[in-house]
């Protein structure tokens, strides 16, 4: 069964800082989404990562994906508060989508001024 | 290019009651998945809908089920309700090509309450 870990849960940081958040997962894959989640809505698509060594930025955010490690991080560089947001990290075991994305738990961010 | 909708978007329903929720996913897309949401278990894959055919389902009851439409619209169904169901629904769409499934692209979600 594929299990996906997400660490921390819970992140409180000050505007500015950088931290990152991890993601393992326990089977192979070559597929890892990342995801945010704000309170009450849906989930907004932040990146696809299809390969080992893969690594995109967009903005303060930038995700990486190790595939021989089973691991991703999103690295957030001098946060700021609308970067608060819960944020997620999925796998999709099979890469065709039928078996359903396995989510880890969410890391729950807040940036504070 | 329009989004994943879905219809309702809020529900209360009482226990024992059935539910219906829609989705129709982006023109295109063939591939429909619906989740639950939860804060106590997290997002958890219900079912994998493909040309009108169920490839894969989650861990759930048998009172949860769903089909496809020829148009790829989707429609989920919970019967007899218990208060554990009340949840964020997602739909989510994705095209499927010949190097597997894509990105998956969310709705904005129904959100139920069981009483």
């Known amino acids: 069964e594929l299990k996906v870990e997400q660490n921390p849960l819970f992140l409180s940081m000050q505007e500015g800082k950088n931290y990152t958040i991890y993601c393992n997962y326990s089977t192979t894959s070559d597929r890892l989404y990342w995801y945010r989640q704000d309170p009450g809505k849906s989930l907004e698509s932040l990146f696809v990562?299809?390969?080992?060594?893969a690594v995109k930025q967009e903005g303060r955010l930038m995700a990486s994906l190790d595939t021989k490690a089973r691991l991703s991080t999103l690295h957030i560089t001098a946060a700021v508060h609308d970067l608060s947001a819960t944020y997620f990290c999925?796998?999709?075991?099979?890469?065709?989508?039928?078996?359903?994305?396995?989510f880890g738990k969410g890391t729950h961010l807040i940036i504070q001024p | 290019k329009a989004g994943v909708t879905q219809t309702p978007r809020y529900l209360i329903k009482t226990r024992g009651q059935q539910v219906t929720l829609s989705c129709s996913p982006i023109s295109g897309h063939r591939s429909v998945s619906w989740y639950q949401q939860t804060p106590g278990q997290g997002l958890q894959f219900l079912f994998e809908y493909f040309s009108e055919t169920q490839r894969n389902k989650g861990n759930f009851p048998g009172r949860f089920s769903g089909r496809q439409f020829s148009n790829s619209r989707s429609e989920m169904n919970v019967s007899t309700l218990e208060l554990g169901d009340s949840a964020l629904y997602l739909c989510?769409?994705?095209?499927?090509?010949?190097?597997?499934?894509?990105?998956?692209?969310f709705g904005p979600g129904t959100r139920l309450t069981v009483t």
């Open positions: 989510a769409s994705s095209w499927i090509g010949a190097g597997g499934s894509y990105e998956q692209y």
């Open positions: 999925a796998v999709d075991q099979l890469g065709r989508g039928a078996d359903g994305l396995t």
């Open positions: 990562l299809l390969s080992n060594g």
